[in-house]
């Protein structure tokens, strides 16, 4: 048989030796934990501004850990934007966090402050696929305006306990995995 009529009849390298080595179910999903977690995420996080006391600190521990699970991502307060849209000082809160929303792939929102109340009932309608929302477990049966315009956003409520704990954190990475899966498995 000719040379090359024999390498075109040989299974093509690859990097596992499949007659030799199975790759279970778990051994595949932690090497896509390992690929979704290198993916570059965009994230956003909304919450309790400066005078937010423990509510600020959570927000900022929330982007600690999304950083560290993430190590790719650009993880970022719409304060730390300021400036990086285009006639920044023209614009309005609202036109300069529509810019935010517009880039970002997911924006975690820590449903403490007023603020944070006022951005999801101005965004949720048009960027709720984007929108994580965080809000205390009190408020899972309100039957108020705003409690009805948040069903539009991803909303995971949180205990009392997960909050002091700030272990409604492992939630939003389970969450912000599955974001990164879509977006990858889109690319191929």
Known sequence: MLPLLR???QKPESPFDYENKKVSFKEAFSQI???IE?????VLIWGPGPDGGEHLEKRR????EIKF?????DVQFSEDLEGSVPGYGDLSIPERELWHLEACD???VLDTS???GEEIAHFVSQYGTKLIILTHEQYKDASSFPASMRKYGYQLFYSEEEYEECSVVERVLTRLRQVALEKLSHLR
């Open 7 to 9: 390498r075109l009849r």
């Open 33 to 35: 934990q390992l690929l």
């Open 38 to 42: 290198a993916f570059p995420l965009k």
């Open 61 to 64: 521990k929330i982007r600690g």
């Open 69 to 73: 699970c993430f190590r790719h991502a």
């Open 106 to 108: 997911v924006c975690v």
């Open 114 to 116: 007023k603020g944070a």
